[in-house]
């Protein structure tokens, strides 16, 4: 079935740059997204990317998409204390239902 | 701009006990899901509906039911909680073009 991947911790000193992975096994995805979930939260849309593009840029965030590795990055420039949240990468396709399928999440902590 | 409401953010359920955990959307939106997010695991599937009266299996729907009466509101059932069922319950409503999902803000159900 399909499967999302992602690293479980990452953390960037203040002003750096973050990087954030994913994996994912499913050719048939339509759509890949990065979705933010601050503590007691829910999960909030940060960016998505079309399959058929490999780069996405909105402000400070920078998608890239490998589909041949199937590999999805998201970039924050200038990290702030603000960006410390879980990061989770997700997928869905055209193929059977519009299922979400979501990684393990990375929880990005800022070091001021 | 509330969008997808989760009656409780906090219940404590004795084992045995039936559940109800209540989502509701005011987007008119077709679909709706149902996940629980552990630590390390990232967001699971239990349960989606495609319409009112329909639903379907994620990849854990054991000890789960669900419920859609009407368009927006979709509930999830646990027939006889058990403690391995505490998690975090989260909502999710995608748009009908899929560019994006509008989660709840998440029930954290503790069974003891």
């Known amino acids: 079935g399909e499967d999302v991947e992602q690293s479980l911790f990452l953390s960037v000193r203040e002003g750096d740059s973050s990087v954030i992975n994913c994996t994912y096994t499913d050719s048939s995805s339509t759509y890949l997204y990065w979705y933010k979930q601050e503590p007691g939260a829910g999960l909030q849309l940060l960016t998505y990317?079309?399959?058929?593009?490999d780069m996405k840029q909105d402000q400070r965030l920078t998608v890239l998409l490998n589909k041949k590795d199937k590999h999805l990055s998201l970039r924050i420039a200038d990290t702030q204390t603000g960006d410390s949240a879980i990061y989770f990468c997700?997928?869905?396709?055209?193929?059977?239902?519009?299922?979400?399928?979501f990684g393990t999440g990375t929880r990005l902590k800022v070091l001021a | 701009d509330v969008k997808v409401t989760q009656s409780s953010r906090y219940l404590v359920k004795r084992t045995g006990e039936k559940v109800f955990l209540e989502c509701v959307q005011d987007?008119?939106?077709?679909?709706m899901f149902w996940y629980r997010q552990d630590p390390g695991l990232g967001l699971r599937l239990i349960y989606f509906s495609y319409d009112v009266k329909m639903k379907e299996k994620g990849d854990i729907p054991e000890g789960y039911s669900v419920s859609r009466e009407k368009k927006e509101r979709f509930s999830l059932i646990l027939e006889s909680a058990s403690t391995n069922q505490t998690s975090m319950y989260l909502c999710a409503s995608p748009t009908p073009d899929n560019t994006e999902a509008f989660f709840g803000q998440g029930t954290r159900l503790t069974v003891v």
């Open positions: 997700a997928e869905t396709s055209t193929s059977g239902t519009y299922k979400y399928i």
């Open positions: 990317i079309f399959s058929n593009m």
């Open positions: 987007m008119d939106h077709e679909n």
